[in-house]
């Protein structure tokens, strides 16, 4: 306990002036070790130092005992998903989680034979089960109209890979190919006259729904020029338009509460509040400095070796919290639903003293610097401010990814002044992930192939000490993996590269070509359905917008995705995530060279 070293003097001269001294331990050898022993031996000493650190002395502040919260809590009920031709699509309640709803897309099944296989071998299970005693004659018929074909014709022999021949070529005719089955049933064909098929199609379609989960025809709330996803989420209210949230940027796959933004928030809520009462627990963490000095802390964490510096607010703050105001902190948790936005109306407390104080917000709206500040608050749209209300998200805690099936990596060619989209991972006729830059090579080789292109002739030959024929080309060559985005004015060009008000440069797709000898030439295809613009792609990327792309580049993976929700069920879907990428590429791309 300090205290003044001259009583005698005047009050004043103290306060201007004042000296003081602090109870320290002596000791006759230079090992303090003794002194800083609290032994049981010694109890007047205990009592010492708990004067010391003002065990004895009174807060005057009394303990609170019970909390009351008064709150108003609005469920999120629909989802806005925009289309690709920019319309937006609200769907009604939704009871599956936010991000297979958002990021799932067609599966495509047709291009995978081995699912063909696998839906044609389901659907013969379900004739078996279901038509016991037509499933013979039914799946006879079917193997020989519907039957599972092996590679013919030149685009056909083209276009597979030989792994998928192989396999075509085994499963041929041993099996409903179940595409053309599906296919034909949704066109309204009689498969089978004489025989009711629609209990087997009904399981099969039951089965199909958990293969994978798909969106609606038309609905696909992918952006190719932004590379990303945008949604929002609304909690409708009576009479209003409700509470509006949206996420205008959300691509790395993990959906949380900052991901999203206020559109428009009511400022009365019209709907009821609910009041609850609760005992306040203190808060408790590792390393918590105890109150008394006698108890044993844990070393499991230690706050003396943070590494923190006049700038490091954050760990000065946390440090601040844990050594000094630890042991002030009550906590008084209120269960929320998931998916909901809540309000706090009122927060009441009561003290052993039986006195009950209203406990106003943290931050003071509208104030500037940090009495504005508050953590888990989502900002507005317009800019005006903060929401005042609590965000809890339907997100996945956990799910389950596979290995991407195809990645395709945007890198910026400074060079050649433009952006590359390189396939890295492309799908084989297997639905497995191969080599992009193999894929092209063994593309072209089947094409030699299969049109029988004669080979290259060899250079004339030149004459002793002539000079040899200069050599000119075009352009240099490119990795046929290798997807260009050149630079292009939106304001020269047609339909929806122009937007009023945003800058007018995009990144406009272009196309390599290759050609054989006597052979005009041709369009390099994607094999990814990210970068393919032909008719099967419904939401193809023709541009990007250059901000989509920064220096070091992108990445953008299509994984399997699976995920057990709340109610039980199992959710199995495909979709896009966007990851930084490797810095800066070089294609090698030159314009009139000479050799």
């Known amino acids: 306990m300090p205290f003044a070293l001259t009583p005698a003097l005047p009050v004043a001269f103290n306060q201007y002036f004042a000296g003081w001294t602090r109870i320290e331990t002596r000791c006759r050898s230079d090992q303090a070790t003794a002194g800083l022993e609290a032994r049981t031996a010694d109890p007047l000493w205990l009592v010492g130092r708990e004067w010391q650190f003002g065990e004895f002395r009174a807060e005057d502040a009394g303990s609170p005992v019970a909390v009351e919260m008064t709150h108003q809590t609005a469920l999120l009920r629909q989802v806005s998903l925009r289309r690709p031709d920019g319309a937006v699509v609200t769907t009604p309640d939704f009871t599956i989680p936010l991000e297979t709803l958002v990021e799932r897309e067609a599966a495509r099944w047709e291009r995978d034979w081995r699912v063909r296989v696998r839906v044609g071998q389901q659907f013969e299970q379900y004739c078996r089960t279901l038509l016991p005693a037509a499933a013979a004659a039914v799946i006879a018929d079917l193997r020989v109209r519907f039957a599972l074909l092996a590679p013919a014709g030149t685009s056909d022999l083209i276009n597979t890979d030989r792994a998928t021949r192989r396999y075509r070529r085994l499963m041929a005719g041993k099996v409903v190919d ?10 309204g064909t009689t498969l089978v006259p004489g025989t009711d098929l629609s209990a087997v199609f009904k399981a099969l379609g039951e089965w199909l729904k958990q293969l994978y989960s798909e969106p609606d025809t038309g609905i696909d709330s992918w952006q190719p020029e932004r590379l990303d996803y945008r949604f929002g989420v609304v909690a409708p209210f009576p009479g209003t338009g409700g509470l509006r949230l949206s996420a205008p940027s959300y691509r790395n796959g993990d959906f949380d509460w900052h991901s999203c933004r206020i559109d428009s928030d009511p400022i009365t809520w019209p709907i009821p509040a609910a009041t609850q009462r609760y005992a306040p627990t203190r808060v408790t963490f590792a390393g918590m400095p105890l ?53 706090i109306v009122r927060l009441a407390v009561t003290n052993v003293f039986g006195e009950t104080r209203d406990i106003s917000p ?11 500040w508050q953590m888990y ?33 945007f890198v910026r060619d400074e060079g050649a ?69 050149v630079p292009a004015d939106a304001l020269l060009m047609m339909g929806s590269l ?73 959710y199995v879907w495909l979709g896009k995530r966007v990851l930084v990428g490797r810095g800066e590429g070089s294609s090698g791309l030159r314009f009139d060279v000479v050799k």
Not at 362 to 372: E, K, V
Not at 389 to 405: K, N, Q, Y
Not at 461 to 479: D, E, H, I, K, S
Request: hydrophobic share 45%.
């Open 291 to 343: 109150p008394r000095y006698w108890a044993f802390e844990d070393a499991r964490v230690d706050f003396g070796t943070l590494d923190v510096t006049t700038c490091d607010v954050a760990k000065l703050a946390l440090a601040e919290f844990a050594l000094v105001y630890g042991d002030d902190w009550f906590m008084a948790p209120l269960d929320v639903p998931l998916g909901s936005c809540t309000h």
């Open 178 to 187: 179940g595409w053309r089955v599906w296919s034909a049933r949704a066109a």
């Open 417 to 485: 002044n433009m952006v590359w989209g390189v396939e890295s991972l492309v799908p084989n006729g297997l639905g497995a992930p191969v080599d992009g830059f193999d894929a092209q090579l063994e593309t072209r080789a089947r094409r030699r192939e299969v049109l029988k292109e004669p080979p290259a002739p060899p250079p004339p030959p030149v004459a002793p000490g002539a000079m040899p024929p200069l050599n000119y080309r075009l352009a240099t060559p490119v990795p046929a993996n290798w997807i260009p985005f």
């Open 498 to 570: 122009f937007r009023p008000g945003v800058a007018s440069v995009r990144l406009l797709r272009a196309q390599m070509l290759m050609n054989e000898v006597a052979q005009a030439p041709v369009a390099i295809p994607a094999l990814t359905r990210l970068l393919t613009v032909d008719g099967t792609n419904p939401n193809p990327l023709r541009w990007l917008d250059e901000e989509a792309v920064p220096r070091d580049g992108v990445r953008v993976q299509l994984t399997r995705q699976r995920v057990r929700w709340t109610d039980g069920r199992t």
């Open 377 to 409: 608050v989502l900002e507005r749209a317009d800019g005006t401010g903060f929401g005042d209300f609590l965000f809890v998200p339907p997100a996945i805690g956990f799910r389950e990814e596979s290995e991407p099936l195809e990645e395709v990596r």
């Open 362 to 372: 943290a931050r003071t709206a509208g104030q500037a610097g940090w009495t504005r």
